[in-house]
């Protein structure tokens, strides 16, 4: 990160390449690089010394980020302003306060900015996981000052109808494969634009290439030298078992694959067919947005991690085992599988008619 004079930024500097030394994916790294930069572009505007603001100034940094209007995109002139979520100034505040908490512990910034940023509270309600201690000991915690109370919007995900209209809505058999590998597995986006070739064994028999799993199935493997910057976040590698459909899908974009001459070389899964560089593996931005644009085709908003939603309650409802699918997923705790499992509106129907039904045999 640099200043504007284009000189490194060194506290920012060693926060990012902190991530970077943990194995966070390129995509993480470049959200919180931005997150600190409208912090310190804040600080620089407001005449404000970053590495030790008062709480006052750090309280007016908050209303800011939801205050100020977003800038407009593109060239046309807005209509209307848009401005922050109290969510989004949430998120930022979250990795502000992280890198305040970093710099004060590595000498970049007095030791005492870290008091500012929480105050003790007394958990009335210990959540999912926390332990609070035999004699409640561990009730008591320091929680963060800075941030806005926001309610829990829940999480999104898609039935089988939405997924499979995305499906249809793609032109090439290359997108329709990376909808319907989601779907089907549960990947992240990430873990998907990392994958190679040589995970993908769809043979009834993979012995020959050296793997002793049955069945098609694709493995899930932690890279940190992808071109494409893709890293999966589970470090632990996992397969998943997939059908012939699947197969099928994955066939279908080999064949497209195979009439640009240029994707040959190339070991990654996923790479550019339909514009320059050719072969080139494809990066998270782009497909994000590639994602978001099939689902507005089909009719409605949708991010591709609702895909992962809707294979993890696929395979609940079939009857699955919650640590099968925990697996699946590649979730070290079972508490990670709470938000992945969603009921439908005819599930949440069916259940008061249920209940209507006994009360009138009662009757």
């Known amino acids: 990160m640099v200043d504007t004079c284009y000189e490194l930024q060194p ?14 994916s390129v995509n993480t790294q470049r959200t919180y690089a931005i997150r600190v930069a409208q912090y310190l572009t804040w600080c620089a505007l407001f005449g404000v010394d970053w590495g030790d603001p008062t709480f006052r100034q750090l309280s007016s940094f908050k209303s800011w980020l939801v205050e100020e209007p977003l800038p407009p995109r593109g060239r046309k002139q807005p209509t209307k302003r848009h401005y922050r979520k109290k969510s989004t ?6 990795t502000v306060c992280g890198f305040l908490r970093f710099c ?14 929480t105050q003790p509270k007394l958990l009335t309600f210990a959540p999912p996981g926390h332990d609070p201690g035999e004699d409640g000991q561990f009730r008591s ?3 963060r000052t800075l941030k806005y109370k926001v309610a829990v919007p829940g999480y999104e995900w898609l039935n089988r109808a939405q997924v499979d209209a995305i499906i249809a809505s ?7 494969f990376l909808v319907q590998l989601m779907a089907a597995t549960g990947v992240r986006i990430g873990e998907a634009l990392g994958m190679r070739r040589q995970d993908m064994h769809l043979l009834p028999d993979s012995r020959s290439v050296g793997c002793s799993v049955a069945g098609p199935h694709v493995h899930v493997v932690r890279r940190e030298d992808n071109a494409n910057g893709a890293v999966a976040k589970a470090r632990q590698p996992r397969w998943i078992p997939v059908d012939e459909e699947f197969a099928g899908a994955y066939a279908a974009y080999q064949h497209e694959r195979d009439e640009v001459a240029e994707a040959e070389v190339s070991d990654f899964v996923f790479v550019n067919l339909f514009r320059a560089p050719l072969g080139a593996p ?12 099939l689902a507005k085709l089909a009719g409605f908003e949708a991010n591709p991690h609702m895909c992962r939603h809707h294979a993890a309650t696929e395979w609940i409802r079939a009857g699955v085992g919650r640590d099968v699918v925990q697996g699946f997923m590649g979730h070290v705790s079972p508490v990670s599988m709470n938000p992945y499992v969603h009921a439908s509106d005819e599930e949440k129907r069916k259940a008061v008619e249920m209940v209507a039904a006994r009360r009138e045999t009662v009757k």
């Open 170 to 176: 793609a032109r090439h058999a290359r997108d329709r």
């Open 141 to 143: 915690i320091n929680a």
């Open 11 to 24: 506290a920012a500097s060693a926060f990012i390449a902190s991530f970077r030394d943990k194995g966070a």
């Open 89 to 94: 100034a949430n998120a930022i505040l979250t």
């Open 282 to 293: 494809m990066k998270y931005p782009s497909t994000y947005e590639l994602f978001k644009r």
């Open 104 to 117: 004060g512990l590595r000498d970049y910034a007095p030791a005492t900015v870290v008091s500012k940023l």
